[in-house]
Every structure is written in C-alpha cells, then in structure tokens.
C-alpha cells in the first residue's frame, strides 16, 4: 500500500470519529423529538385562529374530462364569492373512500370528500360525516327529488347532498330490434332472434361471473325480492331472490341468448358495439362510447315489467353527493365546517348541474335542472328512456352492510358459472347470504352491543345475526 | 466474470481435441448446436415480445386494446407516429416532465444514496468488527425480510401522521431508503467476508487506523457488490405504487407510477391504448438502460455474494 | 507510539478483538429498522388484537385472539383456500422459474456456443422492464375478448383461452406471466454458479463416458447442489411477498381463486370498509407460516449457515 499517505498517528483521528457520530446521534434524536412536539402543539395552533380566514380540503373525485370542467368553473364561481376561503383541492386516484377512512384514523381527512350514496352511507355510520340536518332544512332538500335525497338518508339524517343521479337501463340496437320490449318475454324473445341470426350474434350477452352484481340487483323486485330487509338483514337466500337467478341463468341454460365464461363487461360491450348483441344492461356514463359505436341504431328504454305478475325490474338507482367530514374525521373547527357546508351548496346548485348535464351527461339530482332538461330535448335524445327507467328504480341501499354485497356476489356467481354441474342457483345464492353474514360477523357486528357507533339497523342485526347463525353456518359448511 | 463466457467460446476444450475428425460427432454437433439455437431463439422472442409490442404500439396513432392484431404489430413506416408521445408530454399541462418524472428521480436517487450508506457502513461492521450479538442481529434481518410491507402500511400511516411526515418528501424517501436495505446489508457483508484481512492489515501497518483502513482500502474493492446494492435501491422507490397510494394525496408528490394509474384509470373502460404504450416506454426506458450498462456487475456481484 | 507496531496491528486485526466502533456502524441501520419495522410490527400485532375498523375508528378496543379464532373457523373464503392458492402461487411460480432457469443457464453454459452475449442482453429485457409497467402489458395482452394473444392463437384456429376468466387457469395464467417476469434473474444467477465449476471437472467426467446433461448431473449438480437450494428457498420466500403480480393482474378475481394471503390483506385494509384488524390478523398469519416454512427447510438445508 502507499507509504507517503497515511502518517499522521492514529489516536486524534479515533476521537475526532466519536465525537462526530455521537454528535449526529445527538442531533437525528433531539431533531426527531422536536419535530414530533413541533407538531403535536401545531394543530391546536392552526385551529383556534379567527373565522377570518379559513382554509378548507377538498377531494374531487370527478371521473371524466367533462365532470372535471363543470366542477372547476363552480370552483371558480365559489372562490369569487367567498374570498375568504380558500379551497385546497386534491384529485385523482389516492382520492377513494379507504383512503379517506386511513386518513380520519389520525384526524386528517379532508373537509369535503365526493363518493357515491353507498360508500358514503359507511362512513357516516362509522361517524366520520357531519349530519348535515343541522344545517339545510327542508326548504334546501325539497329541491332536490325524492329518490336522491333518500339515496342520502340514513335514520333520519342527512349525510350528504346529492348532485346527480344514476342508474342502469335497456340499451338496445334499433337496427336488431326495432322496437322497445314491453314485457320480459318479449325482451327474451327478441334475443331469441337476434341469437339465432347466426354465429357470433347473442341477444343479451352478461358476464354474471365476472361482475359484483352491481346490474344484476334489478331483478330481485321483478320476483317480490329484495337486497335487505327493513331491519337491514341480508335477504339473498328468500325464494324470491333464488328466482331471479334462475331466471338470469336460464338467459345462458335455457334461452341461449348469454354465453358462460366471459370474462368481463368489456366482453358484453364487445358484442353490443360490433352490433351482435340486441341489448346491453348499463348506465349512462357509457352512452357516447355506444353512440360513437351504433349512431342512430343506439336507444335506451326501462328494463321491462313481467306481465304475468305486474312486477318491474328496479335497476339500483344511486346518487353521487358531497359529504363534510365532522372533527373527528378532519380536526375541522365551526368555521371550517360552515365553509364546507356552503361549498357543498355551491357544488351542486343549479348552474352546476346544467354545466354536468351538458358537459358530462350526468342526470341531476335538482327537480328544477329536470325540468330544464326536458325544456331542452337537443342534448340528449334518449333522456326519455332514463326518465323512464327512473319510474322503476330502487333505494341504493346505504347501510354498510351493503358493502359486502359485492364481494359476495362475485363469489357466488362465479362458483355458479364455474361450476355448474355441481351447484345450482340455489347452492349460489345460499353461498352469497353465507358470505355476507361470515364478512359481517369478521368485522365483530354481531359482538357488538347496541351501542356500536353503526346505526341501529347494525343493533337489531346484531340478534338476528345470532339467531340464524347456527343454521346458517351449517349450511356452508 | 462475464468475459469468461465469451473465453470459453473461443478457446479449443479438451472436448473438440479429442472429437475432431470423428464425422459423425462433428454432425451429431451441429444438430445438437442447431436445436440449441433454435431454442434460444424462440425464447428470446419470448422475452422480447412484450417490449416490443408496447414500442410499436406506441408508435401507432390511434391504437386501441381493440384494434391490436397481427399487422398492426408489424413496424410500417407509413403508419408511425409521434402523437402518442406529444400527448403525453401535454397530458396535464406537461405533468410528467414537470412532476412525475422529476419527483421519481429524487425518490430513487436519494433513496439510493441514504440507502446505500446506511447499508454499506453497516455491512462493512457486520463483516469485520467482533461485535458481540451479531448472529442475533443477522437472523433477526433474515427474518424481517420475510415480512410483507403490507403489514406495516397502517401503524406506519399512523405514526407517519402524527410525525406530519404525510403528504411530504421526507415521509416517502426515509421508508424508500430502507426499503432495500436488509438486502443490501446481506450482499455487502458477504462479498467483504470473501476479501482477505491482508489489505487492511497492510494499510495499517503503514499507519491508517481501522477505521480510514476499512473505508480507503476495502471500500473501493467492493465496487461491484456497491452498485448491485444500488441497483436495488433504485428500483424499488422508482417503481412504487402501494405504498405511495396510501401515504400521498398531494398530486405535485406524485410519482410516475401514480400518475400511470390516474392516466389510465381517467376512463378504465375507454383505455387510450397508444398513449398507455407511451407512457410505458418513457417509464421504463431510464431503467432497462440503466440495466444494460450495469449487466456487467449483476452477474458478478450475485456470483460471488449472493453465497458462498 | 506502541500500538502501532506492525506485529501489534497484525494480531491486533486477526483476533478481531472486540470494539466498540462496531455498533457506531451498525447502530444508523439498527434505528432505522426500529423506526420502519419494530415500531410498526409491534402496533400490527396489537391491531390484530383489537377490533380497529371503519366500525371502530376511533374507539376500538382489545378484543384478544377473537380475529384468528374467526379466521380459523369461518371466514370466507376459508384460511385453508387462502393458505393453499399462496402455496399454489409461490410454490409453482418458484419450481417453474428455478428449473427453467437452470436450463436456460445450462444450454447458454455450453462450450464453444456462439452468441451467447447476444441471448443474454435479450434474457435481461423481461428483468430490466420494470415490473409495474410488464405486468399492465401482460393483462392487456392476455384479455380474452381483445387480447393480442388469443387474436394469434386464433390464426391456427385455436379456440380462445379464459387466461384470467376461469379459477382453474387463472392462478395458472398468473405463474406464467411470473415466469416471464422473473427467469432472467435466475438464468443470470445460474450462469454465474454454473461459470464457477471448473471447466476441467465438465472435461474429466466426458472422457468417463458422459454426455452432456450426464456430466452436469455428475459435476455441476453436487457442487452447485446447496447454492441451488438458497436460490430457490429465497425465491421461495420473496414469490410468497410478491404483491404486484397478483394485485395488478386479477387481485384475487374469479371470485376469490387468485387471492393470497398478502393480496388479501392489503384487500382487507382498502376496500370500502377497511377491516385493519383483521389485516393485521391476515399479515401475522402469514409471517407466522412463512418463518414455520422457513424454520423446516433450514433443518434439511441448513440455508441459515449463510450467516457465520
């Protein structure tokens, strides 16, 4: 090695090392703890400053390029008109409602957070959204129409405030079928004959095996069903249930009009936008996608009723909405809450939802922009089919438990897809009512005494949960 | 180590000595040789593939998932174009080039530099200082390593929030640096194990102490095993998608991945295909050169550290 | 001064006398693990014990072993299901990558082969792309109705395959797009081990009378034997905490057939009523398997040696 470098003796340079990294053991440790009292005093700091001033959090959800125009010119419109809030907006995917639950375990979800009737509904349940009750009365809500502020109830209070209104309706191509179906048997028989126009036509292609179920839960009341009961138990297995699967499985067993094995929605939107396919079962939001596809051929209409029993298919019919997360959720103080609540009016007033309607096709949930949209015909020629469907729709259920229907009827429905020689609807539709309850028992509902901080359709469940389990558990089993 | 196989390739084995003139083993090699082309050509179109793939639908306008087929994937010069690329660069006002891509850069690149200090001086003591404990050191490493990250997301969420390390560049890096750092750690140690005491016992004699000893001799011996454990580090944070998700909802932190997925999600059943391509090629372009001009010391570094 | 003379430092290094300048180095990555990885472990596992959901966000309590009790007897899909895809998923995707990158690195090994620098840059596309990026093309590649796949199968009139639309082949289709992703890295680190077995013991054993693959089942294979058993064990391990892969491509659809345990914690902790107590449960059920797994294969292998 080289001799000429390394002279100097050794033990200052030994002591000058250990005086270095204890003073940077030092350092790291005393600036870590005062980083962390810095911060603990800080929040109270923030919050006690005067109304003057307020800063508010926004997640913006907003899917399309349209939705994101409309939302950003009543942004614009707001800020002018309170200049002394000022609006902190977030966008994009880690805006979701997990997300914003992680967040409030540690007080830091934001002010106002947009999501669908559903998700929302959770969250208010876990405690996380101010009743807003307490702040618009009925003479804001009676605005609004029935369906979507009952999208935004839960035991009387209202947790949100809708600003559209969405559903699934009969797409169908004039060019194969030239005129609406009235009844199921003829929308059945429809498809019958566009099948049997050849290879590579099927009437009413759906992936029941790759889908939450989500389209599917219209069938339920064309049989007397439903998703849950008033107590809000979990209704899967009843025989009226149990029909409506059959009935869409004989649409692949019976008809010949479905095909097992898709593998998503895309596979039924393949067929539908080739023009193979008579019908497709979907909302609004992939209207200009089958617009650009089928042009004039494309029209909408409401599933149709059953003749024999008078009973209609009710697609769910569910309701985006602002929500303002209460000071558990965010630290929020009075004023930052007052803040939130007017945007939330502002974000979905009048203007707003003309600017959705023509930007980005989405349906108000404001009587007032229904009665302009009908004023105004030119936008969407095919408003009258949703006008329709909205006619026969049902309550998007929004009690948490709802959250679990999804999961399980992907469960089951694939079991059922998948294994059809051994499992009958029946075995499917048991297996998705097993699941539900397994997954609520997991989240400790049925441990829980009444005074569980989920609403009391939670508590009555809770005694019906532990009455049936038994017979329940010994079916899955 | 790599140089070796080309070596091989030309030098006369024992082998070819003995087998020439014998015919009928000369042609029994060259079909032998033959079907191992053949193979290694057919798997070599199956590494390539997908990468090819995704460059020429890239530079196809107007491609869609849909509209794939056979002679799209043939390069024709006709149909090539740049506008999946351009419309890139202008998604969201340039947020690529302005965010993303710098924001991934100071992520892994700082991440890499405090990573690799901390495993190097660490790997350095574990290989050749008694330190009493160290077996237990080094089997509770092992056993970390075992454990998904999925396990720590929450109570790091937590602890991360209550730090105000949430929504801020520090929260991301820390975690970032030591992410690969067990692993490094590892590689260090064991390539220094397989150095001699000899180096360093010279250069103290001629008066460094053991510390200048470690870090002026031994350190640049361990260049290889150094920018394998860099490599590493580097991937990880440049790649991340879970854990920002969770840590991040301030869209000027975000990171490519991130941005990928909001690219991609704006619509998810209306993908614009081309574009996507686009943008998997600018992401995983800086890696696969960065990969081809370190091949070199991959091999070598995982030959002799990754055991013994 | 007496402490450096040169037969002093000699004994001095060799004896490797205790110092305490050793824990300075190792003590920056020792708080670092404490911060990231203790800290968080310790709050999972009291998670796991507790009722912490969206239920019970703010006043969760100790509920005792009442998760795993669930998780034992109830949930669904059922711990055993969940357990067997793991093992599925980690199991095939290791013994397929291994053997096939041990074939791959024997074939390219072979003396006298041409090209083979050339076949090795091509083997390095699939590693250098990062993973994020190949596993969304694979997706798009593999749709069943628009996927390029099934669109050039369908050219030698081959029916379309559900690659992720059916439980029985889509843990399949998984394996196969890990093998893409991951066989350079065991082909590089087979070439590397199989480079170091001197050519001259191939030599010996061919003039005993042995052919090819009889000499590298006669030479290579008992020298290589342990350093194949700790590639494939950590492979093992790092496939049972590979997230991406089963994430990115199905996250557990058709129904539940290509859940994992650790894409099914993360579903568990995200989805529209996060669970994070039962996450918990679900990540310390699977650390705990793995370290058993762990445990039983170092008694037959001794990998752990490693360590001394």
Same mark, same amino acid.
């Given at each position: ?13 030994? &002591? ?30 923030? +919050? ?42 977030? &966008? ?30 959770? /969250? ?7 009743? /807003? ?15 979507? @502020? ?51 036509? /099927? ?11 989500? &389209? ?18 979990? $209704? ?17 067993? +019976?008809?010949? @009009? ?21 019908? $497709? ?65 502002? $974000? ?77 609807? +029946? ?30 359709? @939670? ?8 009455? +049936? ?5 010994? &079916?899955?089993? | ?13 024992? *082998?070819?000595?003995? *087998? ?179 180096? *360093? *016992? ?107 | ?21 050793? =824990? ?35 006043? =969760? ?53 041409? !090209? ?29 109705? %628009? ?5 050039? %199968? ?21 394996? %196969? ?31 005993? !009378? ?44 058709? !129904? ?53």
């Amino acid at each position: 090695m080289d001799t000429t470098q390394g002279g100097s003796p050794t033990p200052p340079k030994n &002591r000058l090392t250990l005086i270095i990294a204890i003073a940077v053991v030092v350092v790291v440790v005393a600036s870590g703890i005062g980083l962390a009292l810095y911060y603990s005093g800080s929040s109270h700091k923030t +919050t006690s400053t005067g109304a003057s001033k307020v800063t508010i959090t926004v997640w913006d959800s907003s899917a399309s390029g349209g939705e994101s125009t409309a939302f950003n010119n009543s942004l614009a419109a707001f800020e002018a008109k309170y200049t002394n809030v000022t609006v902190v907006v977030t &966008r994009g995917v880690a805006v979701g409602s997990s997300n914003f639950a992680t967040d409030a375990t540690s007080h830091k979800a934001p002010n106002v957070y947009r999501d669908s009737s559903d998700n929302a509904g959770a /969250l208010y349940s876990a405690g996380l959204v101010v009743n /807003l009750s307490n702040y618009l009365g009925t003479s804001f809500t009676s605005n609004f129409t029935t369906g979507t @502020i009952n999208d935004w109830t839960l035991n009387g209070a209202l947790y949100g405030v809708p600003v559209n209104t969405n559903g699934i309706a009969l797409y169908y191509n004039k060019n194969l079928v030239p005129n609406a179906p009235t009844t199921i048997n003829q929308m059945i028989q429809d498809a019958k004959n566009v099948t049997a126009m050849g290879k590579g036509y /099927l009437g009413l292609p759906y992936a029941i095996g790759a889908t939450w179920g989500y &389209r599917f839960a219209a069938w339920y009341p064309a049989f007397g069903g439903e998703l849950f009961n008033s107590s809000g138990y979990p $209704m899967l297995n009843s025989s009226h249930d149990i029909s409506a699967m059959n009935f869409v499985w004989n649409w692949s067993k +019976t008809y010949g @009009i479905n095909t097992v094995g898709l593998s998503s929605m895309s596979d039924e939107q393949a067929y539908f936008e080739a023009g193979k396919s008579a019908f $497709m079962l979907d909302g609004p939001w992939d209207q200009s996608t089958y617009q650009k596809a089928l042009g004039n051929n494309l029209s909408v209409c409401a599933i149709p009723y059953d003749s024999q029993t008078g009973k209609w298919p009710m697609p769910l019919w569910g309701s985006i909405g602002y929500m303002v997360s209460n000071s558990a959720a965010s630290g929020a103080n009075a004023s930052q809450i007052w803040a939130s609540v007017q945007f939330v009016k502002s $974000m979905t007033n009048f203007l707003t939802q003309v600017s959705l309607f023509q930007n980005a096709g989405d349906f108000p949930s404001l009587t007032s922009v229904g009665t302009y949209i009908s004023a105004h015909p030119g936008v969407d020629p095919l408003v009258s089919g949703w006008v329709a469907q909205e006619q026969h729709a049902q309550k998007f259920p929004n009690i948490p438990q709802m959250a679990y229907y999804w999961s399980a009827f992907h469960i089951g429905a694939t079991n059922l897809e998948q294994n059809s020689s051994s499992v009958t609807p +029946t075995d499917a539709m048991n297996q998705i009512e097993a699941y539900i309850i397994s997954e609520l028992k997991a989240n400790n509902v049925p441990y829980e005494s009444a005074q569980s901080s989920f609403g009391p359709g @939670i508590a009555q469940l809770v005694l019906i949960g532990e009455l +049936t389990e038994s017979t329940t558990f010994a &079916r899955v089993v | 180590m790599t140089d070796n196989i080309e070596a091989t390739g030309n030098q006369d084995t024992l *082998e070819t000595i003995i *087998e020439s003139g014998n015919t009928h083993y000369r042609r029994m090699r060259v079909v032998k040789r033959l079907i191992t082309h053949v193979f290694l050509i057919l798997i070599a179109i199956y590494a390539i593939f997908p990468i090819y793939y995704v460059v020429i639908n890239s530079l196809s306008a107007g491609i869609s998932l849909a509209s794939v087929s056979v002679s799209s994937l043939l390069p024709l010069p006709t149909k090539l174009s740049f506008q999946n690329y351009t419309g890139l660069f202008r998604f969201q006002h340039g947020a690529l080039l302005n965010i993303w891509l710098p924001n991934t850069l100071f992520y892994a690149g700082s991440a890499t530099i405090l990573g690799l200090a901390l495993a190097l001086s660490a790997g350095l003591a574990l290989s050749r200082f008694r330190i009493p404990g160290k077996k237990v050191i080094l089997y509770m490493m092992l056993i970390l390593s075992t454990f998904p990250f999925v396990i720590m997301i929450i109570p790091m969420y937590d602890m991360f929030s209550s730090l105000s390390l949430t929504n801020s560049y520090a929260g991301l890096i820390i975690p970032y640096s030591a992410g690969a750092v067990i692993f490094s750690v590892w590689l260090i140690k064991n390539y220094v194990d397989g150095i001699p005491l000899d180096f *360093e *016992e010279s250069a103290q004699i001629d008066g460094y102490s053991r510390t200048q000893a470690l870090f002026r001799i031994l350190l640049p011996m361990t260049k290889p095993v150094l920018i394998m454990a860099m490599l590493l580090s580097f991937f990880g944070p440049y790649t991340d998608y879970a854990f920002i998700n969770i840590m991040v909802t301030n869209g000027s932190l975000w990171n490519m991945a991130m941005g990928l997925y909001a690219y991609s999600q704006v619509s998810s059943q209306t993908i614009n295909y081309g574009q996507f391509s686009a943008f998997a090629v600018v992401m995983g372009l800086p890696i696969f050169l960065i990969f081809l001009i370190f091949q070199k010391y991959l091999v070598s570094g995982f030959s002799i550290s990754t055991y013994k | 001064m007496m402490l450096n003379s040169p037969a002093r430092i000699k004994e001095n290094v060799r004896s490797r006398k205790w110092d305490w300048h050793g =824990y300075l180095f190792i003590l920056p990555v020792l708080a670092v693990l404490a911060f990231l990885d203790f800290y968080p472990l310790a709050f999972g596992i009291y998670y796991s014990l507790t009722d912490f959901s969206l239920a019970h966000i703010f006043n =969760y309590k100790y509920i005792g072993a009442r998760n795993y009790l669930f998780i034992l007897n109830g949930n669904i899909p059922p711990l055993a299901v969940l357990v067997w895809q793991t093992f599925e998923w980690s199991l095939g995707s290791i013994i397929l990558m291994s053997s096939f990158g041990f074939l791959l690195a024997l074939l390219m090994n072979q003396p006298g082969l041409r !090209g083979t620098r050339f076949y090795r840059t091509i083997y390095l596309f699939p590693w250098a792309y990062p993973a994020f990026i190949t596993v969304l093309i694979w997706k798009g590649l593999l749709d069943y109705n %628009l996927g390029f796949i099934n669109k050039f %199968l369908g050219i030698f009139g081959i029916a379309k395959i559900y690659w992720f639309g059916l439980p029985s082949t889509s843990m399949l289709s998984l394996i %196969l797009v890990n093998l893409w992703l991951s066989f350079p890295y065991y082909t590089f680190v087979y070439t590397a081990s199989l480079q170091s077995v001197p050519r001259e013991l191939y030599d010996s054993a061919r003039m005993d !009378g042995y052919g090819t693959f009889g000499s590298v089942r006669k030479v290579a294979l008992p020298l290589l034997k342990r350093q194949i058993a700790f590639v494939t064990i950590f492979g093992f391990i790092f496939t049972w905490n590979n997230f991406y892969v089963p994430f990115l491509l199905t996250n557990g659809s058709p !129904g539940t057939s290509t859940f994992i345990l650790i894409t099914y914690t993360y579903y568990e902790a995200t989805n529209s009523l996060p669970n994070w107590a039962m996450a918990s449960a679900y990540a310390m059920i699977s650390v705990l398997i793995m370290l058993a797994v762990v445990a039983v294969v170092n008694r037959f292998t001794k990998m752990m040696s490693v360590i001394y």
